[in-house]
């Protein structure tokens, strides 16, 4: 193209732009994604109690080498951040050189100065800036040769006048962002040896790493191998208990240094780990299953089996180890229980032969709040996992006058029952357990199950998909207790005349069938208050729709006064005729008619309002579904646990009876206050009643799973008409109508026929 030319940048104000480009590019994204974040220590110690609170001041010790890659990571981006805002003084630097360019400014002269006066100006000034000076400045110099050469040339001051630049219009000049040295001949080789190292050499192995390591692992980051070694396990022993689960999840993987670099093997653990071997019964070292048998393997199971037993091992070796275990098995557990649930759903398509029972993935669930809370399945009474408790101090709680077994019992305890109870411990201790109670979780389990898109969502058919829709709202177990008054039902012996209260004294067996009445009428209160506040929507459309039926029947009845008044004589109003009250009676069947289609508008707009909130509710989903799943809830109360544990469920339907899974677990990871779960089977093919569990299991608390009952009566199927009812009356109106054409052809004549027909009919007669 004519009047065109490409240059490479000569004073590098277009490089300066490409490399400040490129260093946003990179420098905002890894800012944003390798920044730490600062902890918030005050908040974590109002929030914590001081069993937490020295967990963390312990764990913050032995990893140095975190605190010097964080603050390595800051000084990095610090550094880039300072070299973009040198870069972006640099070119304001260039656009203002650039966009302020004054020839008599430079000069020192003033406007319309004569051509002598401007030669005077440039000798005076060139002697001072010339580079051959020594107060000399080579750039500076230019800027005066090219003002000198702008007034004295008659072109360029009649174009620095006219267009504001001494080139005037001039030609299109394209800029390449890249420095003139690149291109020089002597500088080709090292150009072009940097460019194959960075495009040839570095990209491609950066890729092919990376492709390698994530092909290796799944989306959760559990190498491949280890869930293919659940499948193999699982498949084997399709009836699993805690303590082989236990086993199963120590032969991960992941514990080995072969497939885990960050696995640390040392000298020490010939010594400590034979020790620590002999202190643990039923270990199963002795088992001769590969890999169950190796030594990675064995040593974390022991470790495993010392973090539940809550022993104490050496802090710089094996506990190091201990707490790396511990960190990474909830995602296993999790990548286990995923692999089990579609064993058992493929077993029910009828693709392998052997079906892993309910009672294997319930195992695998175990596993996750034991090992968060440090804690043997044997061990299930939930106080333990209140700061301060041992074995030792937890017969205070199970004592024969008030045997307290849950957290929710001591939190409904009166003030003084409870500093009774609680009488062993100092006032920090009792303080921290009432920290840790009050923040313990209480769910609200609502359910509700149908036949969705379908006319009579209630009838379940054999064969139709079921949706169980599970609603959960979470609330601290202190809030529960605030506003309720601190008794217990059972403990009242103020209520009891004299003679009972000295019967219960000889007698400790009567007072049990009392608890059993007590605690039933409790539980049997709970549903009808939650059924009466949940109501409060209907009961006042029942409301609307009485007052609506007596306001028609108020006008309706003085509309038949005003009837009767006005066809008979004042004297026999109160003397009716059978006709007179035939009549009253078709006033008021209309009446009634009236107030039926009012119901059925009414019930149209309740329809209507209903079909709008489901629509409401599948667009939040939706919109949720693209967000993505989160997964911060509650930090959990877990001193024995090396990081800050988050809040996760699962929730599934079972059969009990059978001991089958009907839905696969899903795992919710972001109840804060209120979530809701859809999980859909198919029903039986064979109609029935059959009973169903919905369950909801906690993967970091003990004592706080719920099992609700749902029982379905399963209708037969119906049956699928083979011509639409649309189409038969279409088929036997065209059939009488022909019939009626045959009728009018055989005795009568139709309005269309001609003369002509009829006397050939006659002739033929």
Avoid at 93 to 101: K, L, V
Avoid at 171 to 180: K, M, R, V, Y
Avoid at 232 to 239: E, G, M
Avoid at 489 to 514: D, F, R, Y
Wanted: charged fraction near 30%.
């Amino acid at each position: 193209m004519g009047g065109q030319k490409f240059q490479y940048d000569e004073s590098g104000s277009t490089f300066f732009y490409f490399l400040t480009s490129f260093l946003a590019l990179v420098l905002i994204p890894c800012t944003y994604y390798f920044w730490p974040a600062a902890v918030n220590e005050e908040e974590q110690e109002k929030e914590q109690c001081e069993v937490v609170l020295r967990k963390y001041a312990k764990l913050k010790k032995p990893e140095k080498w975190k605190g010097l890659q964080k603050a390595t990571q800051r000084m990095i981006i610090a550094a880039g951040w300072a070299l973009m805002a040198y870069l972006v003084y640099k070119l304001q630097q260039f656009d203002y050189e650039y966009a302020n360019f004054d020839p008599y400014d430079i000069l020192g002269v003033s406007v319309g100065s004569s051509i002598a006066e401007i030669k005077k100006a440039y000798r005076k000034l060139s002697l001072i800036y010339h580079p051959d000076k020594p107060t000399g400045d080579e750039r500076k110099f230019m800027k005066l040769n090219k003002a000198y050469l702008t007034l004295t040339d008659d072109d360029a001051r009649h174009n620095y006048e006219r267009y504001g630049h001494p080139d005037g219009p001039g030609a299109t000049h394209f800029g390449i962002a890249l420095p003139s040295w690149i291109i020089e001949k002597e500088n080709s080789l090292w150009v072009l040896g940097l460019y194959g190292l960075v495009f040839m050499i570095a990209l491609p192995t950066v890729v092919a790493i990376w492709w390698y390591r994530s092909s290796k692992f799944s989306n959760d980051q559990v190498l491949l191998d280890t869930t293919q070694l659940y499948y193999y396990f699982v498949h084997k022993t399709p009836h699993m208990v805690f303590k082989r689960a236990l086993m199963v999840l120590a032969a991960s993987l992941e514990f080995e240094k072969g497939h885990n670099p960050e696995i640390v093997e040392r000298p020490t653990d010939n010594i400590e780990l034979p020790q620590l071997i002999k202190q643990l019964p039923n270990l199963g070292e002795k088992n001769k299953e590969r890999p169950l048998c190796f030594a990675y393997s064995i040593k974390a199971r022991s470790l495993l089996h010392a973090h539940l037993s809550r022993m104490k091992l050496p802090e710089d070796t094996l506990d190091q180890d201990r707490l790396y275990i511990v960190k990474c098995c909830p995602i296993l557990i999790q990548e286990m229980v995923t692999c089990v649930s579609q064993l058992i759903m493929l077993a029910h398509a009828g693709r392998i032969s052997r079906l892993p029972s309910l009672d294997t993935i319930e195992a695998c669930m175990k596993l996750s709040p034991h090992i968060v809370q440090a804690m043997w399945d044997s061990n299930r009474n939930p106080l333990m996992q209140l700061p301060h408790v041992t074995e030792e101090t937890l017969r205070a709680f199970v004592s024969k006058r008030r045997p307290i077994r849950t957290i929710e019992q001591l939190l409904s305890l009166t003030p003084n029952e409870r500093n009774h109870i609680l009488r062993q411990f100092i006032e920090e201790e009792y303080n921290d357990i009432m920290v840790v109670c009050r923040k313990m979780p209480h769910i609200d389990m609502d359910i509700n199950y149908e036949v969705v898109d379908d006319d009579d969502n209630v009838v379940f058919t054999a064969g139709a998909i079921v949706t169980v829709t599970v609603n959960l709202t979470r609330r601290p177990l202190g809030d529960k207790f605030e506003d309720v008054p601190h008794e217990i039902p059972h403990q009242k012996p103020e209520v009891l005349p004299v003679e009972e209260q000295q019967a219960t004294k000889t007698n400790s067996g009567w007072k049990k069938p009392q608890k059993k009445v007590n605690k039933s009428k409790s539980k049997a209160q709970q549903p009808q208050k939650k059924k009466g506040q949940g109501t409060k929507k209907e009961e006042g459309h029942q409301d609307e729709k009485k007052e609506k039926s007596k306001k028609n029947k108020i006008g309706n009845a003085a509309m038949l006064q005003d009837r009767v008044e006005d066809l008979v004589p004042e004297e026999k109003v109160g003397d009716y005729t059978d006709e007179e009250e035939s009549a009253s009676h078709s006033d008021e069947s209309v009446a009634e008619e009236a107030d039926t289609e009012s119901h059925r508008d009414d019930k149209n707009t309740v329809d209507d309002d209903d079909e709008w909130e489901k629509f409401q509710k599948g667009l939040t989903k939706r919109e949720k579904a693209l967000e993505g799943k989160s997964k911060i809830s509650h930090s959990v109360h877990c001193p024995y646990f090396p990081e800050d544990k988050q809040e996760h469920w699962w929730t599934y339907v079972c059969d009990r009876k059978k001991h089958m899974l009907i839905t696969a677990p899903y795992q919710i990871t972001n109840l804060v206050d209120q979530e809701e779960v859809q999980l859909k089977f198919t029903a039986p093919q064979k109609p029935g009643i059959y009973t169903y569990q919905v369950c909801l299991r906690s993967d970091s608390y003990i004592g706080f799973d719920q099992v609700q009952d749902i029982k379905l009566d399963v209708k037969e199927a119906r049956e699928i008409p083979t011509e639409h009812p649309q189409w038969q009356e279409c088929s036997s109106d065209e059939e009488d109508d022909d019939d009626n054409d045959l009728g009018k052809d055989d005795g009568e004549e139709s309005e269309y026929t001609t003369d002509e027909e009829v006397t050939d009919e006659s002739d033929e007669e």
